[in-house]
Structure formats: structure tokens, C-alpha cells
T-cell receptor, first 115, second 113 residues
Framework: AQSVAQPEDQVNVAEGNPLTVKCTYS??????LFWYVQYPNRGLQFLLK??????LVKGSYGFEAEFNKSQTSFHLKKPSALVSDSALYFC?????????????FGKGTRLSVIA | DSGVTQTPKHLITATGQRVTLRCSPR?????VYWYQQSLDQGLQFLIH???????AKGNILERFSAQQFPDLHSELNLSSLELGDSALYFC????????????FGEGSWLTVV
């Protein structure tokens, strides 16, 4: 079975500081990993994904994520946070070769960037 | 704009009633997924259709059903509604059955009173 853990319900960071939103996953095979962001009263917006290749994945709005197979982690990072980055962030995973299994989402981490 | 369209955006209905939520996937996408988002359960997968056929079923109640039509739009039917069904229901689509990037609609807010 696939699962995702986002250990922090809330992350607070000052504007201009680097931010990290943590994610660990569990799959039986090779992972297919995503980050999505949800702004208030909006749908989930795709940020970035990892399938294979370079462990550092760059995505939208200056975000990047680092895949670490040994630690089964896929943490989301940004070098300099903006107030407008404040939102709910979801990590998701599926087994790359599992056929019809859907994306499984973590419970989300609320990021608050303080001016 | 993800290209996934959901209607209605907001819906208030009474317990025991039935509602239908509608989803138009992105142009060319064959896969449609339905998810339920609630405060206590997070984002839960309900069901997946690919080109009109059901491909995977998640934590979908027997009171709920879905279908995907030949024009690829999908409907989620919720019946005998209970207060606990109040949630945000998302439709998402992707280009193929194999799990390409899934794009989400803005959701349908359902409030059961």
C-alpha cells in the first residue's frame, strides 16, 4: 500500500527566509511523487513532480524538491519565501508501475509566511 | 486555470436529498478522478474513470455513484445525503491511464443542512 506522511501540520517562516515543507512516502515499487498547493477556496495546483532522473526537481513559483531514496523523502523547498506563498501544501505519491492505483495524498501542511 | 471545469461551485441541500456534481476534464484527457476533501479526513480518493470505464474505486460510499460519459465528462451522484457528507468535492483529470500529472478543478462545495 502507498502512503504519504507530512509530519508538520503548520510551518511558519519569515519572508525572505528559506522554507522547507517535509514529506516522506512509502511505496512497494518506484515512487512517482508530486507536490500540489491549495490557496483558500481554490483547487489544488500542480507545483512539481518526480519520476526518474535528477534528484532535484524544479517547479513553479521558484519551488524545488529533493528526492532522497534512502530516506524515502521528497521535501519541498524554496530559497526565499514570499508572503504570497502562504497556502496549504500537499505531497502525493503513487507507485510508478502499479497500474490503476490513484494518487495518495498526505494530510497537508499549512505554510504561513510572515512579513 | 487548470482546464478542469466543475459545476456547481456551491451547493446547499437538506439531509436525505440527492445531488449531482458535474465535471468536464481538460481537453483530450481520458482519465477523470473524484476526490473528497474534508477537515477531518483530508483528501480522500473516491473513484477513477478512464475513457468511460471504471478503473479504481477508493473510499466511496454505496450512496455515491459516478459515471463518465462518451464525451468524457463525468458526474458524481450523491444520494441520501447526511450531514457528514458536507465537504469539498474535487474532480481531476489526466492525459492517460498510467498516471501522468493530474490537474484539479476548483471543486464543488457541498453543504448538507
Amino acid at each position: 500500500a502507498q502512503s504519504v506522511a507530512q509530519p508538520e501540520d503548520q510551518v511558519n517562516v519569515a519572508e525572505g527566509n528559506p522554507l522547507t515543507v517535509k514529506c516522506t512516502y512509502s511505496v512497494s515499487g518506484n515512487p512517482y511523487l508530486f507536490w500540489y498547493v491549495q490557496y483558500p477556496n481554490r483547487g489544488l495546483q500542480f507545483l512539481l513532480k518526480y519520476i526518474t532522473g535528477d534528484n532535484l526537481v524544479k517547479g513553479s513559483y521558484g519551488f524545488e524538491a529533493e528526492f532522497n531514496k534512502s530516506q524515502t523523502s521528497f521535501h519541498l523547498k524554496k530559497p526565499s519565501a514570499l508572503v504570497s506563498d502562504s497556502a496549504l501544501y500537499f505531497c502525493a505519491v503513487r507507485d510508478l508501475y502499479s497500474g490503476n492505483t490513484p494518487l495518495v495524498f498526505g494530510k497537508g501542511t499549512r505554510l504561513s509566511v510572515i512579513a | 486555470d487548470s482546464g478542469v471545469t466543475q459545476t456547481p461551485k456551491h451547493l446547499i441541500t437538506a439531509t436525505g436529498q440527492r445531488v449531482t456534481l458535474r465535471c468536464s476534464p481538460r481537453s483530450g484527457d481520458l482519465s477523470v478522478y473524484w476526490y473528497q476533501q474534508s477537515l477531518d479526513q483530508g483528501l480522500q480518493f473516491l473513484i477513477h474513470y478512464y475513457n468511460g470505464e471504471e478503473r479504481a474505486k477508493g473510499n466511496i460510499l454505496e450512496r455515491f455513484s459516478a459515471q463518465q460519459f462518451p464525451d468524457l465528462h463525468s458526474e458524481l451522484n450523491l444520494s441520501s445525503l447526511e450531514l457528514g457528507d458536507s465537504a469539498l468535492y474535487f474532480c481531476a483529470s489526466s492525459a492517460s491511464n498510467s498516471g501522468n500529472t493530474i490537474y484539479f478543478g476548483e471543486g464543488s462545495w457541498l453543504t448538507v443542512v
